[in-house]
């Protein structure tokens, strides 16, 4: 099966997209760490792993149909934060830039007539959905439970208990 060199270059981009947000929760894994929120780092441990599995989805998919993937080279990410809330609304933001490169691909898919990639797409379509209610729940638990030092260790607890649940197995 080919595919349009449009939509080639979108997927290689995301496989980019992708293993910068690995690199980014591996940093906030090692901030939180350092600091002493090991829920917040087993949390963005998982995240990265997960993330490194979403790329390497992409890479099965354009090699499967027989095109080589482009594997990049990641940026240096961020690696001090102020707060585990300032940790968390990156991750959003990060988690946001993700839904808007992959819904302009299912765009470049549906304009392609290309109905392979488009059912392709609708797993990550449907993650993102998961992803940012996450990280969104986890960020208004600051508003309901405060930014006091119990309440940020009850948010680190509930971190560690994310962690653990939502392990995705790996590619």
């Known amino acids: 099966m080919k595919i349009s060199k449009n939509m080639q270059s979108a997927l290689n981009n995301q496989i980019?997209?992708?293993?910068?947000?690995?690199?980014?929760?591996l940093a906030m894994a090692s901030w939180?760490?350092?600091?002493?929120?090991?829920?917040?780092?087993?949390?963005?441990?998982?995240q990265s792993d997960e993330e490194r599995t979403h790329m390497l989805k992409i890479v099965h998919y354009?090699?499967?149909?027989?095109?080589?993937?482009?594997?990049p080279a990641t940026k240096i990410?961020?690696?001090?934060y102020k707060s585990l809330e300032s940790i968390l609304k990156a991750a959003?933001?990060?988690?946001?830039?993700v839904t808007s490169a992959i819904h302009?691909?299912?765009?470049?898919?549906?304009?392609?007539?290309?109905?392979?990639?488009y059912a392709f797409l609708e797993w990550f379509v449907n993650e993102q959905v998961q992803e940012e209610s996450k990280f969104e729940t986890l960020i208004q638990k600051f508003e309901l439970i405060g930014r006091d030092?119990?309440?940020?260790?009850?948010?680190?607890?509930?971190?560690?208990?994310?962690?653990?649940?939502?392990?995705e197995p790996t590619a």
């Open 16 to 25: 980019a997209l992708e293993a910068n947000a690995s690199s980014s929760y």
């Open 32 to 46: 939180c760490e350092v600091t002493g929120y090991d829920g917040g780092a087993s949390f963005f441990y998982a």
């Open 62 to 71: 354009l090699n499967n149909l027989g095109t080589a993937a482009t594997i």
């Open 77 to 80: 990410p961020v690696s001090n």
């Open 92 to 97: 959003l933001s990060n988690e946001q830039n």
């Open 104 to 117: 302009k691909m299912v765009e470049i898919a549906q304009k392609d007539r290309d109905h392979s990639t």
């Open 149 to 167: 030092k119990l309440a940020i260790n009850e948010i680190d607890k509930i971190l560690a208990t994310d962690a653990a649940t939502s392990a």
